[in-house]
């Protein structure tokens, strides 16, 4: 089986510009969440998404948004892009709703300047 | 407020020696706990995990020990391999309320010399 893959790997973007992430996760695997990690602030969860809908959010600001397609496969946005925004963005793909165990993408390294 | 913790940023290991990894958590509805490892600029890759039924999961060279009334778990390493060198995250979540959203630890870098 495939594993997670997340497009691109790598981007750079300048400030107040918008970006969009893509992941497609694990075949048969219908949850997604996405995920920031930054040095200061860890792995942090951004959102969950299941049959389309957004199920659960962390506490992002709304620049920070999501979806998913009937094929499972996510996108994320992020708007007004700011300095701070630079990090690596991590996809994870779970089986279903209440099924934790994730696999996670080799992410997309995001570089706002 | 950091529900999971591991208190310990670095852990150095002779090759062939244990690693023990330890990782706290605050929350009371965590039920499910995992690992992963992971490398700079690289999705964390799962290693192990375990249920809040089970106190102690195996797989190969890693072990998982859960102590629910301490709140406390611990990734063992047998026998430890330079390839093991990596940062390890321990995570856990409350599978029961359907969310699949993970609480991640700061992370331990493990060194494993040769």
């Known amino acids: 089986k495939a594993g997670v893959t997340q497009t691109p790997r790598y981007l750079i973007k300048t400030r107040g510009q918008q970006v969009t992430l893509s992941c497609s996760p694990i075949s048969g695997h219908r949850s997604v969440s996405w995920y920031q990690q930054t040095p200061g602030q860890g792995l942090q969860f951004l959102f969950e998404y299941f049959s389309e809908t957004q199920r659960n959010k962390g506490n992002f600001p709304g620049r920070f948004s999501g979806r998913q397609f009937s094929n499972s496969r996510s996108e994320m946005n992020v708007s007004t892009l700011e300095l701070g925004d630079s990090a690596l963005y991590l996809c994870?793909?779970?089986?279903?709703?209440?099924?934790?165990?994730?696999?996670f993408g080799q992410g997309t390294r995001l570089t706002v300047v | 407020d950091q529900q999971v913790k591991q208190n310990s940023p670095s852990l150095s290991v002779q090759e062939g020696r244990i690693s023990i990894l330890n990782c706290d958590y605050t929350n009371s509805m965590f039920d499910y706990f995992l690992w992963y490892k992971k490398y700079p600029a690289e999705g964390p890759t799962f290693l192990i995990s375990i249920s809040s039924i089970k106190d102690k999961n195996e797989d190969g060279r890693f072990t998982v020990f859960l102590n629910k009334s301490a709140k406390h778990l611990s990734l063992h390493i047998v026998p430890s391999q330079p390839g093991d060198s990596a940062v390890y995250f321990c995570?856990?979540?409350?599978?029961?309320?359907?969310?699949?959203?993970?609480?991640f630890g700061t992370g331990t870098r493990l060194t494993v010399i040769p």
């Open positions: 995570a856990a979540s409350a599978s029961k309320t359907g969310a699949n959203n993970l609480f």
């Open positions: 994870a793909s779970s089986l279903a709703r209440g099924s934790p165990k994730a696999f």
